[in-house]
């Protein structure tokens, strides 16, 4: 089902399905885009302030960005305009299981392009656990009704 601005009034939440970090899949996304040992390598990964390895906060961002998309299903696609407040209060680590909710803090339909709206969100991306591992406030463009 695809969705367009008017199937998210303010205050909805949608929760995504959950999708399991592996160690090989921490390791090829550092080795090409975060490329520091304590993502790399568990034995430097156990000496570091991380204590073990740890995903790239970057790798939990495309991780939170895949489930958001499945999530939210809009109709030709939803475009970011602005990230705030991005934080990973906990690090991801090999074998966790992460889920994001979606809060829309407010919708409206955009005054300069007709036939598109504006929502404010806020994602939280959690493990298994309930520990947040990431959490930021979004505005994007997505496709109205009318």
Request: aromatic share 8%; hydrophobic share 40%; glycine share 8%.
């Amino acid at each position: 089902m695809s969705r367009f601005l008017e199937d998210f009034p303010p205050g909805t939440r949608l929760r995504s399905r959950t999708l399991e970090v592996t160690r090989e899949d921490m390791i090829a996304f550092a080795r090409e885009f975060d490329p520091q040992q304590f993502h790399l390598d568990e034995e430097a990964a156990a000496r570091s302030l991380f204590g073990g390895l740890a995903a790239s906060g970057w790798h939990t961002a495309a991780m939170t960005m895949r489930l958001f998309v499945e999530t939210v299903d809009v109709a030709g696609g939803i475009i970011g305009m602005a990230i705030d407040e991005l934080r990973w209060p906990t690090a991801v680590r090999p074998g966790d299981r992460l889920q994001v909710e979606v809060e829309v803090l407010e919708a409206r339909r955009s005054q300069s392009k007709p036939g598109q709206g504006i929502l404010r969100l806020r994602n939280t991306t959690t493990n298994e656990r309930g520990e947040i591992v990431q959490t930021f406030l979004a505005s994007a463009m997505l496709p109205s009704w009318s």
